[in-house]
T-cell receptor, first 118, second 113 residues
Framework: GAVVSQHPSRVICKSGTSVKIECRSL??????MFWYRQFPKQSLMLMAT?????????EQGVEKDKFLINHASLTLSTLTVTSAHPEDSSFYIC??????????????FGEGSRLTVL | GENVEQHPSTLSVQEGDSAVIKCTYS??????FPWYKQELGKRPQLIID?????GEKKDQRIAVTLNKTAKHFSLHITETQPEDSAVYFC????????????FGSGTRLSIRP
C-alpha cells in the first residue's frame, strides 16, 4: 500500500515556541491531506483538509492562525503549531489521499507526532 | 456535517468468542465506511472497508455489514485472538463533504485469555 511518513514522531518544546510537523507521501501524489488531532483514549478529530496549492479548509472550532497548514506540493503538507501552549499537547496525525483514491475514499495515515508543550 | 456514533466504548470478550462493534451515521450521502485498528501510540491501520453499493464484506475472521436504510454498519470479528486487542474506529465519508473521513469515538477491545 501507499506510504505516508510523518516527522518528527516526538517533539518537546517550551511554551510560546512554534513547532512544525511534516507529512510526506513517499510513493504517490497526495492531492488531499487531512490533519487529525487525538487526545489520550479519544477519537481522531479532524482539524483541517488541505488540497495542494490552495488554502486549507478548517473544521469548526479550529483556529487557523494557531494551526498553520501548508500543502505546497503533491507530496508534502506541513502543520505548524504557533505559540504553543500546554493545552496544545496532543498526538497529531496526518493522512493523505492520492488521485487514484479520490473516488474510493481510501486514506493512508502517517505515523503520528506526539507534541508535548512544557 | 457527518456525525458518526460508535458503541460500545469498551468491549471485553473471551478468546475464541466473537466481538461486534456497531456504528451509526447521519449523512445519507455517505458512501464509504472504513474500519481502523489502532494500537497504543501508533497510526490507525485500515482493516476492512465497505462501500454503499454492497451490504456485506468479509475478509477471513473480519466482516462488515451495512444497512443503508437504517444508516448503520457493524464490524464482526470471529474467533478472537489476543492480538485483536486494540482500539477500533469506524468512520464514514461522502463525496458531498469533500470526501473527508469522520471517525467514531472508538471501541477498546480486550481479549481475555
Amino acid at each position: 500500500g501507499a506510504v505516508v511518513s510523518q516527522h518528527p514522531s516526538r517533539v518537546i518544546c517550551k511554551s510560546g515556541t512554534s513547532v512544525k510537523i511534516e507529512c510526506r507521501s513517499l510513493d504517490f501524489q497526495a492531492t488531499t491531506m487531512f490533519w487529525y488531532r487525538q487526545f489520550p483514549k479519544q477519537s481522531l478529530m479532524l482539524m483541517a483538509t488541505s488540497n495542494e496549492g490552495s488554502k486549507a479548509t478548517y473544521e469548526q472550532g479550529v483556529e487557523k492562525d494557531k494551526f498553520l497548514i501548508n500543502h505546497a506540493s503533491l507530496t508534502l503538507s506541513t502543520l505548524t503549531v504557533t505559540s504553543a501552549h500546554p493545552e496544545d499537547s496532543s498526538f497529531y496525525i496526518c493522512s493523505a489521499r492520492g488521485v487514484e483514491n479520490t473516488n474510493t475514499g481510501e486514506l493512508f495515515f502517517g505515523e503520528g507526532s506526539r507534541l508535548t508543550v512544557l | 456535517g457527518e456525525n458518526v456514533e460508535q458503541h460500545p466504548s469498551t468491549l471485553s470478550v473471551q478468546e475464541g468468542d466473537s466481538a461486534v462493534i456497531k456504528c451509526t451515521y447521519s449523512d445519507s450521502a455517505s458512501n464509504y465506511f472504513p474500519w481502523y485498528k489502532q494500537e497504543l501510540g501508533k497510526r490507525p491501520q485500515l482493516i476492512i472497508d465497505i462501500r454503499s453499493n454492497v451490504g456485506e464484506k468479509k475478509d477471513q475472521r473480519i466482516a462488515v455489514t451495512l444497512n443503508k436504510t437504517a444508516k448503520h454498519f457493524s464490524l464482526h470479528i470471529t474467533e478472537t485472538q489476543p492480538e485483536d486487542s486494540a482500539v477500533y474506529f469506524c468512520a464514514a465519508s461522502s463525496y458531498s463533504s469533500a470526501s473527508k473521513i469522520i471517525f467514531g469515538s472508538g471501541t477498546r477491545l480486550s481479549i481475555r485469555p
